[in-house]
């Protein structure tokens, strides 16, 4: 603790004394230098977007600084004066830090390099949107569908083509029949409803929101929010509770060739898109079906989320970051990524369902053009359905309080899971953390 | 009344003084003077991108209707309380163990007892997180080996203060060598005259062995408190180290600590989380005094303190 706290109280002193921004030797933007945080390359999208970047500006100096978005180096990184130039995190913070002014209003990036907003899908531009300012430029669009094990489905009576999530009860009958329960461990999950991060999905399902449209109003303690995380808790504990299924689910490789599809844990998940383009990579025979999450009224539901870009506060090359942001999200920049990716798995006769931009006209030319019938019917057949759901996506809005409103949903979730309280109390409880903290982010 | 030092003891006084100034001197720079800003900071409303705005006592009036400060000092209270005597006594056996190998395996197996402790807790944590896994864990798969249905160490709220107890249990290194070299200094007299007096190994161990290494299990105790008290490595890597952890565990292993970092690197609440942070100094303030004086009337320290009037 008092090395902790030393080290807090350090960059503390240091935030105090050195001032944002100050310390910048180099005029906006003249200096040929980019320096970018929460960035990587894994992979050929990744490297052959930089690498569009380092040819058409082959006079900056790009340092990368490999590895996934980390909060504390971020924000010391921005109180101490020394940030980086640009950065790529999850788009659920942006309100937070924009509303902290750790991260910097692009309005005027956006207008200089003439970077159209319009075709970003609008669920994404709803999410790096704040007061009406643009603070970031979105990335991936990840969308949420129904991932069936076929085998699986087909062990439980079911037609995997034919599962529809709109009647609840059905559905949970379904869940028991694919679970599968031996010697006190569990052995297949047999629907995985993705508590606690996808309860605005469940409760968007239910017909409710958790927050208003304008992100000020807390709507966690609506009936049918408590309703949605009862029937989803409720799933959990019929198919063995909570806490023995998220340790087994600890035990998964999603990734690996050793995935939950090919071990036959899973009967059926919610699940982000990119588990789907990562099994045609593992497991480009498995036997899936890629179907909509539908409320219950029938219609395809999914939510929306990703990484986008943004420039921190007291970035020494704001014009610099301006021109990368432009560069990596751009449509023609996306689809040379595409182009890449669909050559590599072509080389590797591995089918390439595609890659899902936030950028909806470059996903508008890399599925019209690239992105090709592979042979491999369960992922071409995937790709039109996560390509269906992609227009229904919803966020949950943008806030000030942002990283509190979540957390407030979370661990209500999470007790409600854990079977510490009940839906209703846990949400009304959740319910008062998050009108304070939307209180206080609103001054 | 203290006596004059002699010049030899002033000399050594002196020498004294010069090795610990590069520690001082650290402590002053480093220590000292963070700690200052922080206990002004946690007198500010302070987000770390915008100038602290001065609220005076406000963030130690929020920290006692908070309930999630309850929350944590429970949960790092219930791990303390376990995981402090548990600790003693297993390093000790450790020790004992050590103290009779002799030859050419004393230094291996000195190397190997120690050899834990020089894995870094991030590794640790995530070690465990595996071999805790209540469905496909070593720890239940042993228990099974008995017959016993192991609880889920990582996921089951009851369970997971336990289990970071048991994981715990990994770094005695340094205080089984503090222990051991305790043992080390007991004289063998003392040992030889006891036997002839006709006293067993549990009377040795309870009479001679115990009173000459009390002020070596009193530094142990006091600081494995303070570390316990601070605990937060393991836990934030097991719990807290990536969003899907964060979704996953709930407030069971909210530490003091872990609950700080969250409010100061989370919520960007620098200024509260610096009043948390001075909250706990004054915790382990208080239980380290409340143990110096009791500590004083079981521990026999052997030499009498220069000076000292004991």
């Not at chain 1, 599968?180 to 993705?194: D, H, L």
Request: glycine share 8%.
């Amino acid at each position: 603790m008092v090395v902790l706290s030393g080290a807090l109280a350090a960059v503390l002193a240091v935030a105090a004394c050195g001032g944002v921004g100050s310390g910048s030797g180099a005029p906006p933007g003249g200096g040929a230098a980019l320096t970018t945080m929460g960035f990587g390359f894994p992979d050929e999208i990744a490297t052959t977007r930089a690498d569009a970047f380092k040819k058409a500006h082959p006079e900056v100096k790009l340092t990368v600084n490999q590895g996934q978005f980390d909060e504390q180096a971020f924000l010391s990184a921005v109180a101490s004066g020394n940030p980086p130039d640009v950065v790529y995190l999850d788009r659920q913070l942006i309100g937070t830090y924009a509303a902290r002014g750790a991260i910097q209003p692009l309005d005027d990036c956006v207008a200089k390099e003439g970077i159209p907003m319009s075709d970003f899908y609008p669920a994404a531009q709803q999410q790096v949107k704040l007061n009406g300012k643009w603070y970031a430029v979105p990335e991936f669009y990840t969308s949420i569908i129904l991932l069936v094990n076929d085998k699986a489905a087909k062990e439980a009576g079911a037609d995997p083509k034919s599962i529809d999530t709109s009647d609840w009860d059905a559905l949970a009958a379904l869940a028991k029949r694919m679970n599968k329960v031996s010697g006190g461990k569990i052995r297949r999950f047999g629907f995985y409803p993705k508590l606690p991060e996808f309860l605005p999905l469940w409760a968007k399902a239910n017909g409710a929101d958790l927050l208003s449209a304008d992100g000020r109003t807390s709507r966690l303690d609506d009936p049918k929010v408590a309703e949605a995380l009862g029937y989803a808790q409720g799933l959990l504990k019929d198919q063995g509770g909570w806490t023995r299924l998220k340790a087994f689910t600890d035990t998964f490789d999603y990734f690996g060739e050793k995935n939950p599809i090919a071990e036959d844990q899973i009967g059926m998940m919610l699940t982000e898109q990119f588990l789907v383009t990562s099994l045609a990579s593992t497991s480009p025979d498995a036997k899936i079906t890629v179907l909509p999450f539908k409320d219950r009224q029938g219609n395809p539901v999914t939510m929306v989320g990703g990484n986008g870009w943004a420039v921190p506060k007291g970035a020494k090359h704001p014009d610099v970051a301006c021109q990368w942001i432009k560069t990596m999200t751009s449509a023609d920049t996306w689809i040379a990524a595409a182009k890449a990716r669909a050559a590599k798995r072509a080389q590797e006769g591995r089918p390439y369902p595609g890659t899902f931009t936030a950028n909806a006209k470059a996903d508008q030319a890399i599925f019209s053009q690239i992105v090709k019938p592979s042979g491999h019917k369960p992922y071409d057949d995937a790709t039109t359905t996560i390509l269906g759901v992609q227009e229904k996506g919803f966020v949950v809005p943008q806030s000030p309080a942002a990283a509190e409103f979540r957390t407030a949903w979370i661990d209500a979730a999470t007790r409600v899971m854990q079977g510490r309280q009940d839906a209703k109390a846990a949400l009304s409880q959740a319910h008062q953390e998050a009108v304070k903290a939307l209180q206080a982010a609103a001054g | 009344m203290a006596r004059p030092l002699s010049g030899l003891a002033r000399r050594e006084a002196r020498w004294a003084y010069v090795f610990l100034l590069p520690w001082l001197l650290g402590l002053v720079i480093f220590q000292a003077g963070p700690m200052v800003a922080s206990l002004v900071l946690s007198l500010t409303d302070y987000d770390l991108i915008s100038s602290p705005r001065f609220v005076g006592l406000g963030n130690y009036a929020e920290m006692l209707e908070d309930p999630t400060v309850a929350t944590a000092i429970g949960n790092t209270a219930f791990y303390t309380v376990l995981h402090v005597p548990l600790a003693l006594v297993v390093s000790l056996a450790l020790a004992l163990m050590l103290n009779r190998v002799t030859g050419r395996a004393a230094g291996f197996f000195r190397t190997a007892f120690y050899l834990p402790s020089m894995t870094p807790y991030v590794a640790v944590g995530v070690l465990f997180l595996f071999l805790l896994n209540g469905q496909a864990g070593l720890v239940n798969q042993f228990l099974g080996l008995f017959g016993v249905d192991g609880p889920q160490w990582t996921t089951d709220p009851a369970w997971v203060k336990p289990g970071v107890v048991l994981m715990s249990l990994w770094n005695l290194g340094s205080t089984t060598i503090i222990l051991f070299a305790a043992l080390r200094n007991v004289p063998r007299d003392l040992y030889e005259a006891a036997m002839i007096d006709g006293a067993g190994p549990w009377q040795r161990f309870r009479s001679v062995t115990l009173p000459m290494i009390s002020s070596a299990l009193f530094f142990v105790v006091i600081i494995n408190t303070i570390a316990a008290l601070q605990m937060f490595d393991q836990v934030y890597t097991m719990f807290f180290g990536n969003q899907t952890a964060q979704n996953s565990y709930g407030d069971a292993a909210l530490f003091y600590v872990v609950y700080l970092f969250q409010q100061g690197f989370q919520f960007l609440h620098m200024g509260y989380a610096s009043a948390l942070a001075w909250l706990l100094f004054a915790i382990i303030a208080v239980i380290t005094v409340v143990q110096v004086k009791v500590g004083n009337r079981l521990v026999y320290y052997e030499a009498e303190p220069p000076g000292g009037t004991r």
